[in-house]
């Protein structure tokens, strides 16, 4: 395995720390970004006592506020892979869901992914690649969650264009798509075993932070492939595949 530059957004909690954690242990540079300072330099120091021969790096970024984003962007020479990774819930019924829940979702979600792509892109080296974390809710929606639903249904939008935009560049786009395996999750979590009891079907199956971390450090950073949206929860690792058309 090469050794590469890895970058993190929304590092310190969930599957940003499981990533992070996974690629210090395999010896890729990491450089750890989050909107918390101190928890930032907690988990720094948290990696470097356990890993002392990786080279660990703390950069403070907000991915919805474009101002931190240009700055941290300052900070940073060239990496090889940028794994989007940053967001948030705030759920709520449609019905009940106020604009600025709205916004709060999207902003974090969708456009911080826009602002963290935007000003890193040309910081990626050839041959690198782009990881942005979506959802299982993305495809198949969730009760009181349309903000978010929505917020990663874009970035599989925002992946497949990409892919092909940076094809020429050498620079690979592909997503991960897990199903609920954070704290962040688990309203989702709660909703599906209201709704299904037991028999929560195999697309929503829990896995964990760190099978989602083990995938992209171990099997996507190595893969040529692009455009993909790779399927992981506790029954499986798949990709979604291109839609098949039929006539009417």
Do not use: C
Request: aromatic fraction near 6%; proline fraction near 3%.
């Amino acid at each position: 395995m090469n050794k590469r530059t890895i970058l993190i957004t929304g590092a310190t909690r969930g599957i940003g720390w499981a990533i992070a954690q996974k690629a210090a242990q395999a010896n890729h540079k990491v450089i750890l970004t989050g909107r918390d300072p101190l928890s930032l330099k907690s988990r720094a120091e948290e990696l470097k006592k356990k890993f002392p021969k990786t080279e660990i790096q703390a950069i403070p970024l907000d991915v919805s506020n474009r101002s931190s984003v240009a700055n941290a962007a300052k900070l940073i020479k060239d990496i090889d892979i940028l794994i989007n990774n940053a967001g948030i819930t705030a759920d709520s019924t449609f019905k009940k869901m106020s604009p600025e829940i709205w916004d709060e979702v999207i902003s974090v979600n969708l456009t911080g992914v826009f602002n963290s792509t935007h000003a890193l892109l040309d910081k990626i080296n050839q041959g690198g690649q782009i990881i942005t974390l979506t959802s299982k809710s993305a495809l198949f929606g969730n009760f009181g969650q349309a903000n978010y639903a929505a917020s990663k249904a874009g970035i599989i939008a925002f992946t497949k264009t990409l892919a092909k935009e940076l094809q020429k560049s050498m620079i690979r786009v592909n997503s991960v798509s897990p199903a609920a395996v954070t704290d962040m999750t688990l309203p989702v979590l709660k909703s599906l075993k209201e709704t299904y009891g037991q028999n929560i079907p195999d697309e929503w199956k829990m896995g964990s932070s760190s099978d989602v971390a083990n995938f992209i450090i171990n099997d996507l950073i190595e893969s040529e492939m692009t455009g993909k949206i790779f399927s992981i929860n506790g029954s499986e690792i798949g990709y979604w595949q291109e839609p098949t058309f039929h006539k009417l």
